[in-house]
């Protein structure tokens, strides 16, 4: 008889790696994934690490099936060499989908350090599932922005890069990249951008017009000029649900042009009072703004309904 080997045990766990030591239960839990190679397979969907040293994760991270690794969280104050370290393993998560990274880096980015940038950058070249991407400082993107963007592999649903500084060059890239268009989410806050060529964002806008669907240009120093010249943009995003413009100092004036821009209740009511006809039944729809505009709660209970009733028969 010919001897059948037995496909290995796969072990699902979600790994959330956020002590100076490994603890008691991961410490056994290793050791026994250990004595048993290589019988078993350690899989992981999710990946969270705060405030753990590298070797550690390097521990961890050498016992796993970095493949089956669909969401990654990192909160540690890395600077990049250290990330330059984890990019590798980073690399091996093909099915990577969402990835988040904060803080990356809290000091001032040097030139010599270039070379950890194409490390990290070139990681990305092997996700080809990406699909979230999440930056909070990353000091290091600045004036290299294009060269993470040729790295993404497929369109991303969302983009988040914010609290760094950016050179208009880099949004320029951002706005010339051929998969922008694909975006639903995009969150640029704390990047400053007072300085930039006010039809910077109106290009960026236009290109993300049919889709989008939450922007957040918080704390960018947008400025009267910029936020007019994208304003038509702005009005052209069918299915934008959330836009926040927190912590820009803008005009009063500059303020009501963006509320004409995006009132469109009336063009709302009008287009559910012709939905309503179709339907040929009775019926009552609430519209209402989040957060109220009178007493600032979740919900407003202070408009009217918009009421069809069927006509009675003849």
């Given at each position: 008889?010919?001897?059948?080997?037995?496909?290995?045990?796969?072990?699902?766990?979600?790994?959330?790696?956020?002590?100076?030591?490994?603890?008691?239960?991961?410490?056994?839990?290793?050791?026994?994934?250990?004595?048993?190679?290589?019988?078993?397979?350690?899989?992981?969907?999710?990946?969270?690490?705060?405030?753990?040293?590298?070797?550690?994760?390097?521990?961890?991270?050498?016992?796993?099936?970095?493949?089956?690794?669909?969401?990654?969280?990192?909160?540690?104050?890395?600077?990049?060499?250290?990330?330059?370290?984890?990019?590798?393993?980073?690399?091996?998560?093909?099915?990577?989908?969402?990835?988040?990274?904060?803080?990356?880096?809290?000091?001032?980015?040097k030139k010599q350090e270039e070379h950890h940038v194409v490390q990290i950058t070139s990681q990305l070249l092997r996700l080809g599932h990406l699909r979230d991407l999440h930056l909070e400082s990353p000091s290091f993107l600045e004036g290299h922005l294009d060269q993470m963007l040729r790295c993404?592999?497929?369109?991303?649903?969302?983009?988040?890069?914010?609290?760094?500084?950016?050179?208009?060059?880099?949004?320029?890239?951002?706005?010339?990249?051929?998969?922008?268009?694909?975006?639903?989410?995009?969150?640029?806050?704390?990047?400053?951008?007072?300085?930039?060529?006010?039809?910077?964002?109106?290009?960026?806008?236009?290109?993300?017009?049919?889709?989008?669907?939450?922007?957040?240009?918080?704390?960018?120093?947008?400025?009267?000029?910029?936020?007019?010249?994208?304003?038509?943009?702005?009005?052209?995003?069918?299915?934008?649900?959330?836009?926040?413009?927190?912590?820009?100092?803008?005009?009063?004036?500059?303020?009501?042009?963006?509320?004409?821009?995006?009132?469109?209740?009336?063009?709302?009511?009008?287009?559910?009072?012709?939905?309503?006809?179709?339907?040929?039944?009775?019926?009552?729809?609430?519209?209402?703004?989040?957060?109220?505009?009178?007493?600032?709660?979740?919900?407003?209970?202070?408009?009217?309904?918009?009421?069809?009733?069927?006509?009675?028969?003849?």
């Open positions: 008889m010919t001897k059948q080997h037995l496909a290995p045990l796969k072990v699902f766990i979600d790994l959330f790696l956020k002590e100076k030591t490994l603890d008691n239960f991961l410490t056994y839990f290793l050791w026994w994934v250990e004595q048993r190679k290589p019988s078993i397979h350690l899989c992981c969907k999710k990946l969270k690490i705060i405030s753990m040293p590298m070797d550690n994760i390097v521990k961890v991270l050498s016992m796993v099936q970095l493949d089956y690794i669909q969401e990654v969280q990192v909160s540690c104050t890395w600077n990049l060499s250290t990330l330059a370290t984890f990019a590798p393993f980073l690399g091996e998560m093909c099915n990577l989908q969402r990835l988040v990274l904060f803080p990356i880096h809290m000091s001032a980015f993404l592999k497929s369109p991303l649903d969302s983009l988040s890069i914010t609290q760094c500084w950016l050179t208009e060059s880099d949004l320029t890239h951002l706005c010339q990249s051929p998969d922008i268009s694909q975006l639903k989410s995009l969150d640029l806050s704390g990047v400053t951008m007072t300085d930039f060529w006010p039809e910077l964002l109106q290009v960026l806008l236009a290109k993300v017009a049919a889709i989008m669907q939450e922007l957040d240009f918080d704390v960018c120093g947008i400025t009267d000029s910029q936020l007019e010249a994208f304003l038509p943009a702005l009005s052209r995003c069918s299915q934008l649900r959330s836009f926040s413009l927190c912590g820009n100092v803008l005009s009063a004036a500059g303020m009501e042009k963006l509320l004409r821009h995006r009132s469109r209740l009336a063009q709302l009511r009008a287009q559910l009072l012709e939905i309503l006809r179709d339907l040929g039944r009775p019926r009552i729809i609430w519209i209402s703004l989040s957060p109220c505009p009178r007493c600032g709660e979740a919900g407003c209970h202070h408009m009217e309904p918009v009421i069809y009733s069927c006509p009675a028969p003849a």
